[in-house]
């Protein structure tokens, strides 16, 4: 699988050599490629923003820089991905329907954000989706791309070890995932729970999904059906 991002700042990328996801592209199972937006400009003062029409504060990004570097590196089968405070919500089925597609390009906006047009153009030529991480406000892109990317990738088969980790996970099934323990039984005073210890898989496996209930209705009651 291929993610190519546009960014004015490629360094923040730097950390996709590191850990899974860097062994990853060592080995060829994902492949990354980091493009400035300023290589698309064509003044001496290489613009990527101006003020916005209608007035307000801030600046907006220029559609053209955008546009070019979108043409040079998105094909039909391209899903296009603008991180965004404005955006739909990002959620573990979205990231395994990106990891489905082929190729991925993130346009990583600054400032107040992108011109309007750059979605609407692209929109009619390829998928394009606005994507959120959560109801608060960053910077810019970069930090959300990063998540989505690590999101994605590690779903993308050979990148997680064992496929099975990624089975047992929050999420997945639509709860939070269970309380984990490890050595030694017992750390300050606090014993791991016996049935853990018991041998009684069933019992385990009962006491575990009980686990994940009760945590998703304490905590994210919103993601229980009614
Ligand atoms: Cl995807 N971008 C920005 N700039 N801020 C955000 C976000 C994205 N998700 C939450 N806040």
Redesign the pocket.
């Known amino acids: 699988m291929r993610f190519d991002i546009v960014t004015i700042f490629p360094e923040f990328f730097e950390v996709l050599d590191i850990s899974l996801l860097g062994k990853a592209r060592a080995n060829g199972v994902v492949e990354y490629s980091i493009h400035d937006l300023r290589d698309f400009t064509h003044d001496k003062h290489r613009t990527v923003d101006d003020t916005p029409y209608g007035g307000g504060a801030g600046m907006v990004m220029k559609p053209e820089p955008w546009g070019d570097a979108i043409d040079a590196f998105a094909t039909d089968d391209t899903v296009v991905v603008?991180?965004?405070?404005a955006?739909e919500p990002?959620t573990q089925a979205m990231a395994r329907e990106f990891a489905a597609a082929p190729r991925l390009l993130f346009a990583c906006?600054?400032y107040e954000?992108i011109d309007q047009r750059v979605v609407d153009h692209f929109s009619t030529r390829m998928r394009v989706r606005?994507?959120?991480?959560?109801?608060?406000?960053?910077?810019?892109?970069e930090?959300?791309?990063l998540?989505?990317i690590e999101a994605v990738a590690r779903l993308v088969p050979g990148v997680v070890g064992n496929p099975e980790s990624l089975v047992e996970e929050s999420h997945e099934d639509g709860l939070l995932e269970y309380p984990s323990y490890t050595k030694p039984q017992e750390w300050r005073g606090l014993e791991v729970p016996p049935v853990l210890l018991s041998g009684n898989h069933a019992a385990i496996a009962a006491w575990r999904r009980e686990q994940q209930v009760q945590r998703t209705r304490d905590v994210r009651p919103d993601l229980l059906p009614d």
């Not at 603008?82 to 405070?85: F, I, K, N, R």
């Not at 606005?130 to 892109?141: F, K, P, Q, T």
């Open positions: 603008v991180p965004s405070p955006g990002f906006g600054r954000g606005a994507v959120s991480l959560g109801d608060y406000v960053l910077n810019g892109g930090v959300a791309a998540a989505i």
